[in-house]
């Protein structure tokens, strides 16, 4: 039995910081046009949906066990899986560039720059591989049953 891999995409600190500060400016030019407490009142209504966007885009999972691999919503079941190849940040970079495909599968986050690459083996589906960001591209192999 292989390991198990969770683990959340969870946004970096500057784009949290990015949220608050959109909050905080926008209050800031509404009070400059206005009173006080309207101000207040809109950068808080601001913060608030701007952490909540960056809190809902950091929400995504990325699962890897013996059934299979779950990347958001979508699954990739054992018996489609093809190889598994962690990739480093210039594996990734090239993943996108030179040894891209427009009909793979993407599940991707700006700000985690490794990943895997998991082949299909599925002749009906034309997807030819998935790209998935992680901050553990090994660990997700391993548990996918293709690593050390």
Sequence with gaps: MNAEHRERLTAPLPW?????????????????????????????????????????YGAATVQASDEGLRAGRAWLDRAHLGTVEPLDAEGWSRAFGEDGDLRAFTFTRPYIRTGVRVTLEDPADPTPFWLVSTRFPASVARALGHGD
């Design 16 to 56: 949290w910081l990015v949220a608050v500060g959109a909050g905080a400016f926008t209050g800031w030019l509404v009070r400059v046009a206005t009173t006080f407490e309207i101000g207040l009142v809109v950068a808080v209504v601001t913060a608030a949906a701007a952490v909540t966007v960056v809190a809902a």
